[in-house]
Every structure is written in C-alpha cells, then in structure tokens.
C-alpha cells in the first residue's frame, strides 16, 4: 500500500493552465473561463484512452464552457440552502457538510463549477457555526462531507471534524462523497482505513460514496483501492451522472454498474445531467435519458440498480428522474415535499 506521503506528491504534480495540456497531450485546447486542474498520474490514464474517449471529454477542456448564455450559475439551489458558510440544509434529516473547496481533478461537467471557481462564501471556514447550528437542529441526523472532496483532507483533520460531530448527539449517519479513489486511489492509504475504520464505531452506519461515471475510470490500481476499503468492512457506495459524450448509453451503464456490483459496490445513484453554466454540452433531455435508464430494469438485479435521479432546478431538491408510465415529460416534477413544480 502507498504511504501518505505518496498520494499528496501525485496530487502536486499536476496540469494547470493550457500550456501544461498543450505539453502533456501533444494537443491543442481553447483557453477557458474555468480553471483547470489534472494530476498528471491521472493525465496518463486520460492520454492512453485517447481523444473522445469518455475520459478525455470528462477531463479535458472545450471551446462549449464558453458559452455563458445558457445553463444556470447555482444549478441545484446550494446558495438557497446555505444556513451556514459550511452547512448545506436542504432537506429535514441531512445536512451537507463542505469542509473544502478542494477536489482531487476539475471535472468539466462540474455542477458546482461555478460556485468552485470563485470564492463563494459558502466555503468558508466556519465549522464552529456548523456545529451550533446543528446543535439547534436535532432532526438533522446524516452529515454527508462534500466540497469540493472530502478525502483531499489530511486524516487528521476528517478524524477531527468525525470527532466533533460525533459529540453531537442527533447525529448517526455519516457519509462521504468522493471523486478521490478514482483519481488518486494511492489515497486510500492505511490511515484513512483506520480513520474509516473508527467512524464505524463513532456512528451507527458511516459509508462511502464513490463519484464514478464510466467503467474505464476503474483502472487495477482503483479497483485495489476499492477493496482495500470493502475488505476492512467500509460501506461502499457509488454515484454517477449521466452525460452526453460520456456514458450516454444502455450498455456504457450497464458495463459500470455491473462492474461496481462485482467489486462488492452498490451502485445508489445514478443523475441526471444539472443545467451548469458552462457544462450544458453535457446535458440531455429527461426524455432521452429514460430511454437509456429504462432496459437496465431488464439487465441488472434490483440491487445493482441505481435510482435515476434528478436535482431540481433552484433547491427544490432530488426526485425520481425515471417515470415508469410514458418517457414523456410533462414539464412539471413533484418535489422533495410533495409539491408540483414546473420547470419547463
Ligand atoms: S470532484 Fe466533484 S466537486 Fe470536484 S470538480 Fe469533480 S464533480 Fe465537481
């Protein structure tokens, strides 16, 4: 297993501006209005799958993020429901948790692309405020970490926000979403286990939620990752988003979340595309991804299936993407509290 030491030097040694890409990939890219980040241990898995591979159109810039007229700046509300420069509280039971802004690559389809690349106050660093206000509000009993990506955090310091919340004592849940060990699976070293590993006895369930959208991300080095954390009896979970140019079909799907179900991964969630400025080049309709989701039901056990959801538009929430009746969509989707919203 890799040191500590090790995963913070590959996350060092990284590709920042158009000139580094230009250089690595022997290419040309148009400059963007969002900034660019790839650890070069994931820019060589990026530069064997090839150009337009799902890989490459994942991580690698397009002339499409310049277009500003279309797409949202805040695609799923975070702004309506910051009650806190650290907290997230959409919905009654769970709270997010954003301890950093940091993330381990820069995705292009980023849904927090925007509030990423600028110094939204909602990352600041206000954790005290967290804590009382979730004192105030005992129905809150999941925290789920995000950010940017949790896992970027030393141990220590994931072991001391765990610690904290762990005194507080509505809180029973803990989960973590995380892009980390697909990019740099040397960061699932012996001391984040343990960390994990202690979670498990400081809450009554504590998982991991991997972020993970097409089966070439899981490479040997990922997959041993993995199962370092499923061997030491860490919940894994995934999440992936629909994209065009990505995953966009029956069988890229099909191949992932079998895959995910093979290395002992429930696969939990699949999204649908957010309406990010500068990421609509990857968005599709509601029509066409039931038609992609829809024969999965004929291919994978219930367990392996993932809910098709979708966040939306302005906080309103997630709700079931996948209507059983008519691929049809109405314009109009029910929301977290029942509610009929219209968004077209
Ligand atoms: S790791 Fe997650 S938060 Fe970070 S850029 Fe990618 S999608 Fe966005």
């Known amino acids: 297993m890799n040191t500590d030491r090790d995963w913070k030097e590959e996350f060092r040694d990284a590709l920042k501006t158009a000139a580094d890409l230009k250089d690595f990939f022997e290419a040309d ?79 292009r ?34 925290i789920i970490f995000t950010g940017g990506d949790p896992f970027i955090l030393s141990n220590e310091k994931i072991a001391y926000y765990l610690q904290e919340f ?70 894994v979970f995934s999440q992936s988003v629909l994209l065009k140019g990505v995953n966009d079909s029956t069988e890229a799907l099909y191949e992932l979340f079998s895959k995910l179900a093979d290395m002992k991964v429930r696969p939990y969630y699949l999204h649908h595309p957010d309406e990010a400025r500068g990421a609509m080049h990857f968005y599709m309709d509601l029509e066409t991804g039931r038609k992609i989701f829809a024969p999965l039901h004929n291919k994978l056990p219930g367990w392996a299936l993932p809910q098709y959801i979708i966040d939306i538009p302005g906080g309103e929430g997630k709700t079931q993407a996948y209507n059983p009746e008519s691929f049809e969509f109405s314009g109009s989707l029910i929301n977290r509290i029942g509610e009929k919203v219209k968004i077209r």
Request: glycine content about 2%; overall charge negative.
């Open 29 to 107: 890219f148009p400059e963007v209005n969002y900034p660019l980040f790839i650890p070069k241990v994931f820019a060589a898995k990026i530069l064997h799958a090839g150009p337009d591979s799902p890989l490459w159109n994942q991580f690698l810039p397009k002339s499409e993020e310049n277009n500003i007229d279309i797409g949202r700046l805040d695609p799923i509300g975070d702004k309506v429901h910051a009650k806190n420069n650290q907290l997230i509280h959409r919905y009654e039971n769970r709270a997010l948790f954003t301890p950093t802004t940091v993330c381990p690559i820069l995705c």
């Open 109 to 142: 389809y980023c849904f927090r692309k925007n509030e990423l690349a600028s110094s939204d106050e909602i990352f600041d660093q206000k954790f005290k405020e967290a804590i009382a206000y979730l004192q105030v509000y005992p129905e809150i009993n999941e």
């Open 166 to 235: 762990s005194e507080i004592e509505s809180i029973k849940y803990i989960r973590f979403h995380t892009r980390t060990p697909i990019i740099l699976p040397s960061r699932i070293d012996e001391g984040l286990v343990a960390v994990l590993q202690s979670s498990k006895e400081l809450f009554k369930r504590s998982m991991v939620m991997i972020h993970v959208n097409h089966d070439s991300e899981i490479t040997e080095d990922v997959e041993a990752a993995i199962k370092e954390l499923t061997d030491n009896g860490i919940e």
